[in-house]
């Protein structure tokens, strides 16, 4: 049986094509700080997209996402605006 390489080199082999004029995740700032949300965005993102800043804010790498929608599914309301990337943009799966 062939060996199947580590979770990070599988992921490796993924492709993205970025979209550099449309990002598919806006963070609303003020609702972040507000709900605290910066530390469970972190937690849940298995492709360390999210960054939780001291004032509560939250830096985004969207250009890393793996388009699993946990984020979306455990943020406060109000706090994520996220939808897939425009059609021919985002990862495309080889080995993850
Ligand atoms: S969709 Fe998944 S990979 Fe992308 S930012 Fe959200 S949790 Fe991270």
């Known amino acids: 049986m062939p060996l199947l390489g580590s979770v990070p080199e599988r992921l490796a082999a993924n492709h993205y094509d970025v979209d550099e004029e449309e990002s598919h995740i806006e963070v609303d700032q003020d609702a972040a700080r507000r709900t605290q949300a910066g530390p469970l ?24 996402c793996l388009e699993c929608g946990t984020c979306l599914a455990v943020a ?17 799966f080889r080995e993850g």
Request: glycine share 12%; proline share 10%.
């Open 41 to 64: 965005l972190e937690r849940v993102c298995a492709a360390r997209v999210y960054t939780s800043q001291p004032d509560g804010s939250v830096l985004v790498q969207a250009a890393a």
């Open 76 to 92: 406060p309301p109000g706090v994520l605006r996220w939808h897939y990337p425009r059609g021919g943009f985002g990862i495309a």
